[in-house]
């Protein structure tokens, strides 16, 4: 195995924290005090033993209040607090252990983050979108539609129609956004618009619905 070699200890602008560069790639982030604490310099090489030593006596205790302050200031999914520390300069293993204390005491709860987000944006986006914003946020698929039909089962309706009516409000905001005046609409117009709603999920019958109620008509392309 490769010898772990200290080569640079470097000051952070903006910060009382120093990166710890080891052959030449940043390793991790202490206080200039912690340095001195683990009696780091330049140089020296970075032994296994004194490696774990700093991960359990130093960074996983910062990590673990970190992901707490982050959590109180909002609710984050586990792939959100993982790149924020990872940001902060925690090794891999030092996020992971922080993330998983977290989520065992239910700190962190990514079934619970992604219905708390359908609640909030049923109505303003379609199913497409929320899934795929949900997704972004490092939510797997099967959490995802857990959080449908959790979301579902609280407003005690059938599988599909609170949904659905949550998406014709959605798609009404939507085009409500896009359309101004409507008497004013040209055929190509109206055509990218049935376009650009598809794009994002809405179902062809929903839109030639709503676009029709707010157009007046029965246009081809609807």
Same mark, same amino acid.
């Given at each position: 195995?490769?010898?772990?070699?200290?080569?640079?200890?470097?000051?952070?602008?903006?910060?009382?924290?120093?990166?710890?560069?080891?052959?030449?790639?940043?390793?991790?982030?202490?206080?200039?005090?912690?340095?001195?604490?683990?009696?780091?310099?330049?140089?020296? %090489? $970075? *032994?296994?033993?004194l490696? &774990? #030593?700093?991960?359990?006596?130093?960074?996983?205790?910062? =990590?673990?209040?970190? +992901?707490?302050?982050?959590?109180?200031?909002?609710?984050?999914?586990?792939?959100?607090?993982?790149?924020?520390?990872?940001?902060?300069?925690?090794?891999?293993?030092?996020?992971?252990?922080?993330?998983?204390?977290?989520?065992?005491?239910?700190?962190?709860?990514?079934?619970?983050?992604?219905?708390?987000?359908?609640?909030?944006?049923?109505?303003?986006?379609?199913?497409? %979108? $929320? *899934?795929?914003?949900?997704? &972004? #946020?490092?939510?797997?698929?099967?959490?995802?539609?857990? =959080?449908?039909?959790? +979301?579902?089962?609280?407003?005690?309706?059938?599988?599909?129609?609170?949904?659905?009516?949550?998406?014709?409000?959605?798609?009404?905001?939507?085009?409500?956004?896009k359309?101004?005046?409507?008497?004013?609409?040209?055929?190509?117009?109206?055509?990218?618009?049935?376009a650009?709603?598809?794009?994002?999920?809405?179902?062809?019958?929903?839109?030639?619905?709503?676009?029709?109620?707010?157009?007046g008509?029965?246009?081809?392309?609807?």
């Amino acid at each position: 195995m490769m010898e772990q070699v200290i080569t640079a200890i470097e000051a952070v602008k903006g910060s009382k924290k120093r990166r710890v560069l080891v052959n030449d790639e940043w390793k991790f982030s202490l206080y200039a005090g912690q340095v001195r604490e683990h009696g780091l310099t330049e140089g020296m %090489e $970075l *032994t296994g033993a004194l490696y &774990q #030593k700093i991960c359990r006596e130093t960074l996983l205790p910062q =990590a673990k209040k970190r +992901v707490l302050n982050l959590l109180l200031a909002k609710d984050r999914s586990e792939m959100e607090l993982n790149k924020k520390l990872l940001k902060d300069g925690y090794p891999e293993e030092v996020c992971a252990a922080a993330v998983d204390y977290a989520k065992g005491y239910h700190y962190v709860d990514d079934l619970r983050y992604a219905a708390t987000y359908l609640r909030s944006h049923q109505e303003e986006k379609s199913r497409l %979108e $929320l *899934t795929m914003k949900l997704k &972004q #946020k490092g939510i797997v698929g099967e959490v995802i539609e857990e =959080a449908f039909e959790m +979301v579902r089962t609280e407003r005690m309706e059938l599988l599909s129609d609170d949904f659905e009516e949550a998406e014709i409000t959605a798609l009404r905001r939507q085009v409500a956004k896009k359309v101004k005046d409507s008497a004013s609409l040209s055929n190509k117009e109206i055509s990218k618009l049935v376009a650009s709603l598809g794009a994002k999920g809405f179902s062809v019958r929903d839109i030639r619905d709503v676009i029709g109620s707010v157009v007046g008509g029965n246009f081809e392309y609807l």
